[in-house]
């Protein structure tokens, strides 16, 4: 199984790659309690993206439909090619989960003791 690789930026690599089931089935004791906090953060970075890329393609946006007045926008092509090249939600969320940098907690698990 590969490590976790980043570009020499420092970036997630945007290549899927296989992971090592049982190191990610030790971070939670279960692996598909693993599979349902990535999943759960993916969602989160994906939620967060659409945001930041709806907000930066909204100061292009126009008040009018006139065809004849839609032109070619650099600035908003260029954001929209970043984004389609940024790694996806769900590899972004692995690599966190990974390295740690993930918080997370099942309230079945956790005892409360009703004396205390």
Do not use: C, W
Request: no cysteine; net charge negative.
């Amino acid at each position: 199984m590969s490590k976790n690789k980043r570009n020499a930026n420092g970036s997630i690599s945007p290549v899927m790659e296989t992971k090592n089931l049982k190191e990610m089935q030790q971070k939670t004791g279960n692996l598909y309690e693993s599979i349902v906090v990535i999943a759960k953060r993916a969602n989160q970075i994906s939620s967060h993206l659409k945001e930041e890329l709806h907000g930066k393609l909204e100061e292009f946006a126009t008040t009018t439909d006139n065809l004849e007045e839609i032109h070619e926008n650099r600035e908003q092509i260029e954001i929209s090619k970043y984004y389609e090249k940024m790694p996806d939600a769900t590899l972004i969320a692995t690599q966190e989960f990974m390295e740690g940098k993930v918080y997370f907690r099942n309230p079945s698990k956790d005892t409360v003791d009703p004396l205390k």
